[in-house]
């Protein structure tokens, strides 16, 4: 069963990317160094609005608990005892979380807690452990990561500025890089889209005529849908670009949509740096994007998209 995530806002967003990329991010005040979370506008103590985003430990202790024998929701039921817990941060801050491969004779208000990154669908969630509770070899892994380099993840990011052109090509390469996260493009979606977009064709939002009669055995997703969606990857990258004050979409090169993708699909994407070209308004970086359905070797989306930083 499909379990219900946090959906992020403009302010809670830098949270979520943090744990994507397993670390805990939470704002700090400019004005007077006080902690806080959940993410907002504004310091709680004295009001300024100048926040900053740090990344702390994520370590801290536990302030409360409690063992839900009831689910909180459907969903939930497979993990009865459900352990939630608050929990203080070693900044100050408190927030709600679960536990996670702690007995329940082993839990205890004021123990000591460390992070644990739980990847759920296209998310990553926040939940502790103890602070010497080994945590599970498939855990804390990036999923992305998972099948060839594991500490990718660790190494440093390769900061190369946007004016350099001769190291931003030396990025250029006919290899593509490493897998994204995974989505699901669900009929839902589908529908969704088909509203958005008037693109409500009967091969994708007809489930039963397109059962009969599409060729490919049932609705299929629109290929621009296929395309947005690449929004909701994120790509481990070694490098980061910077010095720029801002960074646009100029555009794309080339689009196509070489294979279907069903309704129920699973996908991912990956990309490499096709070319580099430095021009009175800006350097560009075209990217050679290909969505694929999770296994298959042809892609359903190749989307060469021109970045331009300014
Ligand atoms: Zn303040």
């Known amino acids: 069963m499909n379990k219900p995530v946090p959906v992020p806002t403009d302010n809670s967003r830098p949270f979520w990317d943090g744990l994507r990329e397993h670390e805990v991010r939470i704002q700090q005040c400019d ?18 609005d100048q926040l900053t985003w740090k990344t702390i430990a994520g370590t801290g ?48 208000i004021g123990m000591r807690l460390k992070p644990v990154f739980e990847q759920r669908q296209d998310m990553v ?11 599970p070899e498939t855990e804390n892994v990036p999923e992305e990561a998972q099948p060839s380099e594991p500490e990718a993840s660790d190494a440093p990011k390769k900061q190369i500025p946007c004016n350099d052109i001769d190291a931003l090509r030396s990025l250029i390469s006919e290899e593509f890089g490493p897998w994204s996260n995974v989505v699901e493009v669900t009929q839902e979606l589908i529908d969704q889209f088909a509203e958005l977009s008037g693109d409500d064709y009967w091969i994708h939002t007809d489930v039963e005529k397109a059962k009969k009669q599409s060729p490919f055995g049932g609705t299929i997703a629109q290929g621009a849908l296929v395309q947005v969606l690449q929004s909701r990857f994120h790509i481990p990258q070694d490098y980061e670009v910077t010095g720029f004050n801002n960074m646009v979409n100029y555009g794309s090169d080339k689009l196509r949509f070489p294979s279907p993708v069903p309704a129920g699909a699973k996908i991912h994407m990956r990309s490499r740096v096709k070319a580099v070209e430095a021009s009175a308004s800006g350097t560009r970086i075209t990217l050679e994007m290909h969505t694929h359905v999770v296994g298959q070797e042809r892609p359903s989306v190749i989307n060469d998209i021109v970045v331009q930083y300014m």
């Open 61 to 108: 202790t536990l302030y409360s608990y409690t063992l839900s024998r009831v689910p909180t929701a459907q969903e939930f039921a497979d993990e009865v005892p459900q352990k939630l817990a608050v929990v203080q941060l070693d900044e100050g801050p408190r927030l709600n979380s679960t536990l996670k491969f702690l007995d329940e004779a082993d839990i205890e």
């Open 31 to 48: 004005e007077c160094q006080h902690w806080t979370f959940y993410p907002r506008r504004h310091c709680p103590q004295c009001f300024s």
């Open 125 to 135: 969630l926040l939940q502790f452990t103890g602070a010497d509770t080994p945590i």
